[in-house]
T-cell receptor, first 116, second 109 residues
Framework: KAGVTQTPRYLIKTRGQQVTLSCSPISGHRSVSWYQQTPGQGLQFLFEYFSETQRNKGNFPGRFSGRQFSNSRSEMNVSTLELGDSALYLC???????????????FGPGTRLLVL | EDKVVQSPLSLVVHEGDTVTLNCSYEVTNFRSLLWYKQEKKAPTFLFMLTSSGIEKKSGRLSSILDKKELFSILNITATQTGDSAVYLCAGEGAQKLVFGQGTRLTINP
């Protein structure tokens, strides 16, 4: 089974621009979560989607948004980029049921975003 | 506010030593405690713990959860240089994972 894939792997943007990152989960996985990882803050939860609905959201400003498509692929968008948005963005897919059992999450390789 | 705290933040040992990594948590609607190993890329799953007192083991790695005291430990015996990595623990609650800062483990030959 193919793993979680994320595109692009590396991205350089300038302040004020916007960016869209993509995540394709493991086949059959319906839950996709997004995380931001920085040296200072560690891994922080952004949001989680299940069946095209956002089920949970972390403490990030509204500039961070996401969506999930009917094939479970997910995108996240960051508008009006700031220098502090430079980070590794990880997505993780999980085979959770709609009941939200304690399943494991499988991480993609991440997209490394640099904001200049 | 949910939080997960790992200790130590950094650990340097010699090959062959045994190490114990600690993780304490306060997570609303706690469901499970997960351990990951992160080298220079995405975290890879090690263990998921849901029940107190039951040790999970995989080769030289083992982990246990104490739901009364809200902590978990990860043990690595007979460490090897390939064990060098950042070890992350995460508390799962309400369909999200709350991660600790990680423990950076360095194994010197």
């Amino acid at each position: 089974k193919a793993g979680v894939t994320q595109t692009p792997r590396y991205l350089i943007k300038t302040r004020g621009q916007q960016v869209t990152l993509s995540c394709s989960p493991i086949s059959g996985h319906r839950s996709v979560s997004w995380y931001q990882q920085t040296p200072g803050q560690g891994l922080q939860f952004l949001f989680e989607y299940f069946s095209e609905t956002q089920r949970n959201k972390g403490n990030f400003p509204g500039r961070f948004s996401g969506r999930q498509f009917s094939n479970s692929r997910s995108e996240m968008n960051v508008s009006t980029l700031e220098l502090g948005d430079s980070a590794l963005y990880l997505c993780a897919s999980s085979p959770v049921t709609s009941g939200g059992a304690g399943e494991t999450q499988y991480f993609g390789p991440g997209t490394r975003l640099l904001v200049l | 506010e949910d939080k997960v705290v790992q200790s130590p933040l950094s650990l340097v040992v010699h090959e062959g030593d045994t190490v114990t990594l600690n993780c304490s948590y306060e997570v609303t609607n706690f469901r499970s405690l997960l351990w990951y190993k992160q080298e220079k890329k995405a975290p890879t799953f090690l263990f998921m713990l849901t029940s107190s007192g039951i040790e999970k083991k995989s080769g030289r790695l083992s982990s246990i959860l104490d739901k009364k005291e809200l902590f978990s430990i990860l043990n690595i015996t007979a460490t090897q240089t390939g064990d060098s990595a950042v070890y992350l623990c995460a508390g799962e609650g309400a369909q999200k994972l709350v991660f600790g800062q990680g423990t950076r483990l360095t194994i010197n030959p």
